[in-house]
Every structure is written in C-alpha cells, then in structure tokens.
C-alpha cells in the first residue's frame, strides 16, 4: 500500500497524559499537512511541511501541540498535557510540489480519545 | 462569516435521482477548489479537483461561478453507493474545508 499511513489508528489516554502520532506520507510527496476533525464538522488544518520546513501553523494549535518532520519524509504530532477537548480523529494528507501540488491524499487518521 | 459554507444537510435522495450541493467561500483568491467525500469514520477521499470553470467525472460535474464565489457539485443517477458526506474545499497551500453536506440515497 503506497497510500498515506498514520499510527495508531485509535489511542485512548487519561486527561494529562502525552500523546504522540505518527504520519508517513506518500513516499514522492514532499507536503505534509495535519488536520483535526470533531463529529459533524469538516476537517480543521492544523500545521503544515514543505519538506522538513513548517511553513504554517493554526491558531488552534496550542502550546501543547508540537509537530516535527525532522528528515522531511515522516512526521509526529504530539500532544501534551492531554485535555478533554483533545478529542477527535487527527487526519494527516501529503501532496507533491508539482502543477497538482494541491490535491492532497489523506490518511485513515488517529482517533483519539481522552478519558 | 465562515470562510466555507456549505448546504446543510441531510439530502435523503432516491436511488437515480439528481441532487446538486453549493458550497460558497470568501476567499477570493483561492484558485483551486476540492470536493472529497467522507464515509462515516473514514478519512476524506478526493472525489474531484476543479482549476478552472468547472470539471465532470462520469456522473459528478462540478461548476465554478468565481463572481459568485461558489462551486456547486451536481451527481446525477444517484447510485446507494454516493451516501456519503460530501466536503467543499477551497485551497490556498492549506485546505479550508466547509462542515459537509450528508447524502443519503435510498432504494
């Protein structure tokens, strides 16, 4: 499978506990994006890498949220200090840097849940 | 105002049936526009990219009114395989997604 992979697919952690996603992106695609999606809404863009750059981040990523693409291939988003409102599934997508660079592949995403 | 607006849902559609959805932006700028769609508790699948006035995929045909600043996706014979949620995307580096426009087709 060559499509966008993300670990784990469901994490359940207590309030105040850490957590770490992994994303590995479309081996040719050098854009990684991170996203959040609650029920009944469309995905919220989080942050996102040109390479091992980040080039944007949302005002919705807190100081608890830090993301890092060290080598510019796969990428983690971890949380901190873990609140009830961390609940969601976290989406990463990848695009190319070609004429379609703006289509953007997504992955199965991580459900997390914070008890 | 929200940067994408999209028509609520639920459409409840019978199977064969047209069904157009509308999804207005604020975004002027914005030069490429997405529509994925969104089965329950999966990730959005790219269903359509449109760079220009418009695009049709087999039975989806999505329409840009760049004056209007909207973009409307049209899918004609509805097949039950389309329930879905359907997302409007404008696209500017990041993509800015409306809520969705849930779609249920029935036999």
């Known amino acids: 499978d060559t499509g966008v992979s993300q670990d784990p697919r469901h994490k359940i952690t207590k309030r105040g506990q850490n957590v770490t996603f992994r994303c590995d992106p479309i081996?040719?695609?050098?854009?990684l994006y991170w996203y959040r999606q609650t029920l009944g809404q469309g995905p919220e863009f989080l942050t996102y890498?040109?390479?091992?750059?980040?080039?944007?981040k949302s005002r919705l990523l807190s100081d608890r949220f830090s993301a890092e693409r060290p080598k510019g291939s796969f990428s983690t988003l971890e949380i901190q200090r873990t609140e009830q409102g961390d609940s969601a599934m976290y989406l990463c997508?990848?695009?190319?840097?070609?004429?379609?660079?703006?289509?953007?592949?997504f992955g199965p995403g991580t459900r997390l849940t914070v008890l | 105002r929200k940067e994408v607006e999209q028509d609520p849902g639920p459409f409840n559609v019978p199977e064969g049936a047209t069904v157009a959805f509308n999804c207005t932006y604020s975004?002027?700028?914005?030069?490429?526009f997405f529509w994925y769609r969104q089965d329950c508790r999966k990730e959005p699948k790219l269903l359509m990219s449109?760079?220009?006035s418009g695009n049709e995929d087999g039975r989806f045909t999505a329409q840009l009114n760049r004056a209007s600043q909207y973009i409307s996706l049209l899918i004609r014979d509805s097949k039950l395989s389309d329930s879905a949620t359907y997302l409007c995307?404008?696209?500017?580096?990041?993509?800015?997604f409306g809520q969705g426009t849930e779609l249920s087709v029935k036999p």
């Open positions: 997508a990848s695009s190319s840097a070609g004429p379609r660079y703006n289509e953007q592949f």
């Open positions: 081996s040719e695609h050098n854009r």
């Open positions: 890498f040109q390479n091992e750059a980040q080039l944007e």
């Open positions: 975004n002027s700028a914005s030069q490429s």
């Open positions: 449109v760079y220009s």
């Open positions: 995307a404008p696209q500017g580096g990041k993509l800015i």
